[in-house]
């Protein structure tokens, strides 16, 4: 580590003033998964450049993002930037891989990322990156308390059983939500603090898939401020199309197919009283009885657009419950 950061200070030490400014220009355009931002550039010293790029990026992709940029301004006579070998120490007295996870399984929490590279940040954070197509998030870290579980079966597009969970985890200052998919819930149960490494996110919504990782925290590692947010309708309809949210309405109004086979989605109404909105599912859940007077349950439902006037769509993963 401490090598290729030498490496790399060595490399931006060697522009001139104008070619560093043209450097952290370039970083803005970036075309990389996180960005860093841009109020952090503007005057930002070399060697905090050097520590910002390590933690954003890693070592081995925050090297590739540097030869990326040194081929635009061009400098391309610092190119490429090797790195020797890294040599590692082995004492006689580390413990053995056995031996570690038997302590870990002993103290009952893992308070650090299992993946290299990988680095930890809040909710907000994660909020601020403002993701609305679904990207794979390998180099990020989020922890949490679970406020919320439900859990579901559902039928994909492809005709795949599935099981997801639909939770909300709160940190210190925020809240998330969170899909699940195919996994046991032993691991992913109410109440618990957790850290999730390696997994997908957009439009406010974390996807945890079967290559993510999830680790148990101390019961006491998160003191988790916020309460399960409830937004108004008015709330919801503001929020961008595509926007995944939650909440229990009223039902005022619906409207089954007029046949078996008919391909009319149903249409349920729902309220708050102040406000309403139309709900949209294709192919409902037999399961699902609207009752007008009763409350529509909903967790991971998509806002919509249609004819310019917003609405709540089902997808295949959505929960849904009339309580």
């Not at 200070?9 to 803005?28: C, D, P, S, V």
């Not at 990026?57 to 925050?62: E, L």
């Not at 990326?68 to 053995?96: A, Y």
């Amino acid at each position: 580590m401490q090598k290729i950061r030498a490496k790399l200070l060595g490399t931006l030490e060697e522009l001139l003033n104008e070619e560093y400014e043209k450097f952290k220009f370039f970083l803005e355009d970036e075309d990389t998964k996180i960005k860093i931002p841009r109020g952090e550039l503007k005057d930002m010293s070399k060697p905090k450049l050097v520590d910002t790029l390590i933690n954003y990026f890693a070592h081995k992709r925050a090297i590739k993002v540097v030869e990326n940029i040194l081929s635009k301004i061009p400098r391309k006579d610092l190119l490429p930037i090797k790195i020797g070998p890294l040599k590692r120490k082995i004492s006689q007295n580390r413990p053995t891989k056995l031996q570690k996870n038997q302590s870990a399984k002993k103290r009952k929490i893992d308070s650090t990322p299992k993946f290299p590279g990988s680095r930890i940040i809040t909710l907000s954070e994660l909020k601020a990156l403002e993701l609305n197509d679904m990207r794979d998030l390998k180099g990020l870290t989020v922890r949490g308390k679970i406020l919320e579980k439900v859990n579901h079966n559902y039928i994909n597009k492809q005709g795949k059983k599935m099981k997801v969970f639909h939770a909300t985890i709160a940190d210190e200052n925020d809240t998330a939500q969170v899909k699940v998919y195919n996994r046991e819930q032993r691991e992913f149960r109410k109440g618990a603090n957790i850290q999730i490494t390696n997994f997908k996110y957009s439009n406010g919504v974390i996807d945890v898939m079967r290559y993510s990782q999830i680790n148990k925290l101390a019961s006491k590692a998160i003191k988790a401020t916020k309460e399960v947010p409830v937004l108004s309708l008015r709330e919801i309809k503001q929020k961008p199309e595509g926007t995944f949210v939650n909440g229990s309405f009223k039902i005022t109004k619906f409207s089954h197919p007029t046949k078996e086979k008919d391909k009319s989605p149903l249409r349920i109404t729902i309220t708050d009283g102040f406000d309403q909105i139309n709900v949209i599912i294709f192919k409902p859940p037999k399961i699902l009885s609207c009752e007008i007077g009763k409350y529509l349950k909903m967790l991971g439902i998509k806002v919509d657009v249609y004819k310019n006037e917003k609405q709540l769509r089902h997808r295949c993963d959505t929960y849904v419950k009339v309580q």
